[in-house]
């Protein structure tokens, strides 16, 4: 019953969608992937979170045709682009960056999110935009469901131990403005989606600069502000 982060849930609705269409998808996490998984010459691959890829793996990749879904700022060493001013990350901070120029492309999410990877890649990168996330048919019915319903509660805050989430700064901005709110997110995100379109507004202080906020967007989906 765990809230799976927003890059989970996008390979995931990726992964079925694609098989639903007809195609052949081998899932395997990145850590797990050898050479020899790359030596059907027709394959392509689509990665995803790459931090525990081999080397080596990386290096024969580049002879193959594989996209890269841009998650989190992976050609950044530290991965927060908000710790440099207008989000130009410094050359000794770039990792990862033939990986990137060798794909055929590097699929990001959002306008801010394209303008922000493309000011810090090479021209030769495909960068591509999406144009949003990605959400199955049974989610997209769940907020349908609930985007009219009663709201009881002023504001939402959503439980997370993750410090990019910065649930803490989301409690004190309540308390110190004596908000009515509720902490929400112990629950499958079925229950979650359902507590949050009971709220008014989101609270929301994230300590990176989000690619694709999917809990935004999903707030907004249960007119929730």
């Known amino acids: 019953g765990r809230l799976y982060g927003g890059a989970e849930l996008y390979d995931d609705v990726c992964i079925k969608e694609l098989r639903k269409r007809g195609h052949v998808v081998r899932s395997i996490l990145s850590r797990s992937v050898t050479t020899e998984h790359l030596e059907k010459r027709d394959n392509f691959y689509i990665v995803s979170n ?7 793996v990386k290096k024969a990749l580049h002879g193959k045709k594989y996209i890269i879904i841009e998650h989190d700022h992976k050609y950044c060493l530290i991965r927060n682009v908000s710790d440099f001013e207008n989000f130009k990350v410094p050359k000794k901070f770039l990792i990862n960056v033939v990986f990137y120029e060798n794909a055929v492309a590097v699929c990001t999410q959002t306008k801010m999110h394209t303008e922000v990877v493309s000011s810090n890649l090479p021209k030769t990168c495909n960068i591509v935009n999406m144009g949003g996330s990605l959400w199955s048919e049974e ?5 349908e469901t609930n985007c009219n319903n009663d709201k009881t509660t002023d504001y939402a805050v959503m439980k997370s131990d993750n410090p990019i989430k910065n649930m803490e700064r ?12 509720k902490v929400i997110g112990e629950c499958d995100f079925n229950e979650f989606i359902e507590e949050m379109s009971q709220c008014r507004n989101f609270i929301f202080f994230p300590t990176v600069l989000e690619t694709c906020c999917r809990v935004i967007v999903e707030a907004r989906m249960v007119n929730c502000g």
């Open 50 to 56: 790459f931090v525990q890829l081999d080397p080596a």
């Open 170 to 181: 989301s409690i004190k901005h309540c308390e110190e403005n004596n908000l009515d709110y």
């Open 139 to 143: 989610n997209l019915a769940l907020l």
